[in-house]
């Protein structure tokens, strides 16, 4: 039988569910300390034109990015696939001052109609898509006319990532059920797994997006540099991709 992508997205879930909260610890960790949610806030901030209103993060995992973004008064939508993720998120809403909606969607095709947003944004989501084609128009659908499309993200099959990408030392248990949940037959099925930047321009422009533009983000790589990443990474130039749906 024909190994589909399909079969291989059931294979991610897992994996993320499996790891989301020691995942979401990183993350929280990293929130916590000098200029880091001050950065990220901006980041998003200088990217959404004046007027955004609704936005929807794609491949929201466990909420970082929506939660930051309903904080500076967006109204926001939260998808993923990976259940365990979701609920990280929603223990995150209790207090929070402009909860966003956490939903189980699929970041290829989400569950809304056309012209439903403002902004449609990700955060190293780009290299998990299954078929980048398909969910780039699709996201161009959900937009408003002169919505924008934000989405952060890195070279993570880059070759010298590959090599590295259990760093020194034994494999850890999360590092082994990566390395088997995205092995070679998998990352064959992401379009955007070892995708350069102009390639990933390429692509949302082919998909009808306008004033495509890539920004790298050397402030977020000296964070990366000071306060350290994740196991099994090593800090990286990421870059700040923006698009616009004609008006």
């Known amino acids: 039988m024909t190994r589909t992508a399909d079969v291989d997205q059931q294979a991610w879930n897992r994996y993320w569910t499996r790891w989301a909260a020691e995942y979401d ?7 916590a300390l000098p200029g880091e949610r001050e950065t990220w806030s901006r980041t998003w901030r200088d990217a959404l034109p004046e007027g955004t209103r609704t936005v929807l993060d794609v491949g929201t995992g466990s909420g970082n990015v929506a939660l930051l973004l309903a904080a500076d008064g967006y109204e926001v939508t939260g998808i993923d696939l ?5 609920e990280q998120a929603r223990a995150k809403l209790v207090g929070h001052p402009r909860p966003p909606r956490f939903l189980t969607g699929d970041a290829v095709d989400p569950p809304f109609a056309r012209r439903s947003f403002d902004a449609v944004v990700s955060r190293y989501l780009l290299w998990t898509l299954r078929d980048a ?4 128009r699709r996201w161009h659908e959900l ?7 934000v989405a952060v993200d890195g070279q993570w099959f880059a070759p010298e990532a590959d090599a590295s990408a259990t760093g020194p030392g034994p494999a850890t248990d999360r ?5 088997e949940a995205y092995d070679e037959g998998a990352v064959s099925h992401l379009d955007f797994a070892r995708a350069d930047v102009e390639g990933i321009c390429a692509a949302w422009e082919e998909a009808g997006f306008v004033d495509v533009r890539a920004d790298p983000l050397p402030e977020l790589l000296a964070l990366d540099r000071a306060h350290g990443v994740a196991p099994g990474h090593s800090p990286q130039l ?9 008006g």
Request: aromatic letters at 6%; a positive charge; proline letters at 5%.
């Open 175 to 179: 590092q082994q059920h990566f390395a």
């Open 143 to 149: 937009l408003r006319p002169g919505g924008v499309l």
């Open 238 to 246: 990421l870059h700040r991709f923006t698009a616009r749906r004609a």
């Open 25 to 31: 610890e990183h993350q929280l960790a990293r929130l």
């Open 133 to 136: 084609p398909a969910a780039l």
């Open 82 to 86: 990976a259940e365990g993720m979701l």
